[in-house]
């Protein structure tokens, strides 16, 4: 079974920067794609970007040229570096990942969510 683990989330001023991290942890063979969701009181879970395995990525237009993601495979770790916030980024934060098994299966991770508060 395989776990993701975030930390990072807190309180910041608008205009502040966090940076949010999700470990990959468990019996691992092998970490797809990985993620950042976010999901706002009232509102869908939405993605806010994800990574491949090697390296590509996209973002939603909301956080483009504020927002970077990027992984450290060797740690099966994927980062978020939130610069700019606004309170519309406020939300709790979700690490997705694709686990392969060793059987080609894949199965999609969860995180527990982080808090993440934009406010002065």
């Known amino acids: 079974q395989v776990q993701l683990v975030e930390s990072g989330g807190g309180l910041v001023q608008p205009g502040g920067s966090l940076r949010l991290s999700c470990a990959a942890s468990g019996s691992i063979f092998s970490i797809g794609a990985m993620g950042w969701y976010r999901q706002s009181p009232g509102k869908a879970r939405e993605l806010v970007a994800a990574?491949?395995?090697?390296?590509?990525?996209n973002y939603a237009d909301s956080v483009k040229g504020r927002f970077t993601i990027s992984r450290d495979n060797a740690k099966n770790t994927v980062y978020l570096q939130m610069n700019s916030l606004k309170p519309e980024d406020t939300a709790v934060y979700y690490c997705n990942a694709d686990h392969l098994s060793s059987d080609y299966s894949i199965t999609e991770v969860w995180g527990q969510g982080t808090l993440v508060t934009v406010s002065s």
């Open positions: 990574i491949s395995s090697g390296g590509s990525t």
